[in-house]
């Protein structure tokens, strides 16, 4: 009964994971959708005894274009956490970043959703007063911060829960009983030099591996860490179940793949814990496969 539950729960997570695009979408919609109805009833509450001389239209228009420039600006925040991601070794620098990155999202938000409420108050033969710009810009940067920072966390928060579901989804079978294969003996550290030093890297804390030239750059928490080497070379002395490799050009950490992306060309991208993306070309691509969900 137990294995059954786990293969209902497996099944259910790999149906998330083949539609998820369109359930990311719907949620994203059902979250805006209902910011727009909770902010229109919380300001209609406010207005109930119409003493502010408004109607209830005009806020149902001014928290539809804030909340739909919202949404339209979405791509814009994951675009630029694609480039500056919260991850170790530089999430100080892209935090503060971000921090700058809030006043150019709060200006278009705040020019959008007014361009937005002026051409619907001219459409019903009226004019629409933002107000003292100066005062009101500050007054939604201190409301597009806030919201800035939770888009950011939920992105976060749901990419977690991702990791945590695609793992259930490529959880190994269990090893076929025979008799144990001798063990092959790997390095579990590489001596590497760099800037005029010479530093241990553990072989358990690389995450990803990418050609360059006669060396190769072990990535790692952030850090770069050249090897002389050769890729082929390289991933005979790695272990088979731990790493794969993907391209000609990179080798991948199979614990730190978050996310196996297909695209239309017949490659695929992986995402990594930490944000980074790594192009799969076709050559590796069921090689990939085979090593992240063994049969």
């Given at each position: 009964?137990?294995?059954?539950?786990?293969?209902?729960?497996?099944?259910?997570?790999?149906?998330?994971?083949?539609?998820?695009?369109?359930?990311?979408?719907?949620?994203?919609?059902?979250?805006f959708s209902?910011?727009?109805?909770?902010?229109?009833?919380?300001?209609?509450?406010?207005?109930?005894?119409?003493d502010?001389?408004f109607?209830?239209?005009?806020?149902?228009?001014?928290e539809g274009?804030?909340?739909?420039m919202?949404?339209?600006l979405?791509?814009?925040l994951?675009?630029w956490?694609?480039?500056?991601?919260?991850?170790k070794?530089?999430?100080?620098?892209?935090?503060?970043?971000?921090?700058?990155?809030?006043?150019?999202?709060?200006?278009?938000?705040?020019?959008?959703?007014?361009?937005?409420?002026?051409?619907?108050?001219?459409l019903?033969?009226?004019?629409?007063?933002?107000?003292?710009?100066p005062?009101?810009?500050?007054?939604?940067?201190?409301?597009?911060?806030?919201?800035?920072?939770?888009?950011?966390?939920?992105?976060?928060?749901?990419?977690?829960?991702?990791v945590?579901?695609?793992?259930k989804?490529?959880?190994?079978?269990?090893p076929?009983?025979?008799?144990?294969?001798?063990?092959?003996?790997?390095?579990?550290?590489?001596?590497?030099k760099?800037?005029?030093k010479?530093?241990?890297?553990?072989?358990?804390?690389?995450?990803?591996?990418?050609?360059?030239?006669?060396?190769v750059?072990?990535h790692?928490?952030?850090r770069?860490?050249?090897?002389?080497?050769?890729?082929?070379?390289?991933l005979?002395r790695?272990?088979?179940?731990?790493?794969?490799?993907?391209?000609?050009?990179?080798i991948?950490?199979?614990?730190?793949?978050?996310?196996?992306?297909?695209?239309?060309?017949g490659?695929?991208?992986?995402?990594?814990?930490?944000?980074?993306q790594?192009?799969?070309?076709?050559?590796?691509?069921?090689?990939?496969?085979?090593q992240?969900a063994?049969?």
């Amino acid at each position: 009964m137990a294995q059954s539950n786990w293969g209902r729960k497996v099944m259910a997570a790999q149906g998330y994971m083949a539609h998820r695009r369109q359930i990311e979408v719907g949620l994203w919609t059902l979250f805006f959708s209902v910011q727009w109805l909770a902010q229109f009833a919380v300001a209609s509450l406010e207005n109930r005894d119409g003493d502010r001389g408004f109607q209830s239209w005009e806020f149902l228009v001014w928290e539809g274009s804030s909340i739909l420039m919202l949404a339209l600006l979405l791509p814009l925040l994951l675009a630029w956490d694609r480039h500056f991601p919260l991850q170790k070794g530089v999430v100080g620098r892209n935090l503060a970043i971000h921090l700058l990155l809030t006043l150019p999202w709060s200006l278009l938000h705040v020019v959008g959703m007014v361009a937005m409420r002026t051409a619907i108050y001219h459409l019903e033969g009226g004019s629409y007063n933002f107000g003292h710009w100066p005062a009101e810009l500050f007054y939604e940067y201190l409301k597009d911060f806030r919201t800035y920072c939770l888009l950011l966390g939920i992105i976060y928060l749901y990419r977690f829960l991702l990791v945590q579901l695609q793992r259930k989804t490529h959880l190994p079978g269990r090893p076929e009983v025979g008799e144990p294969a001798a063990p092959v003996k790997r390095p579990e550290r590489f001596l590497v030099k760099k800037l005029g030093k010479e530093f241990l890297v553990n072989v358990q804390d690389i995450e990803w591996v990418e050609a360059a030239g006669n060396y190769v750059n072990l990535h790692l928490s952030g850090r770069v860490y050249p090897l002389r080497d050769t890729m082929a070379k390289l991933l005979d002395r790695l272990d088979p179940d731990s790493f794969v490799r993907v391209h000609r050009s990179y080798i991948v950490r199979l614990n730190f793949i978050a996310e196996i992306e297909p695209l239309e060309s017949g490659d695929a991208r992986i995402h990594l814990e930490n944000g980074q993306q790594i192009p799969v070309s076709r050559r590796y691509r069921d090689q990939l496969r085979a090593q992240v969900a063994p049969a």
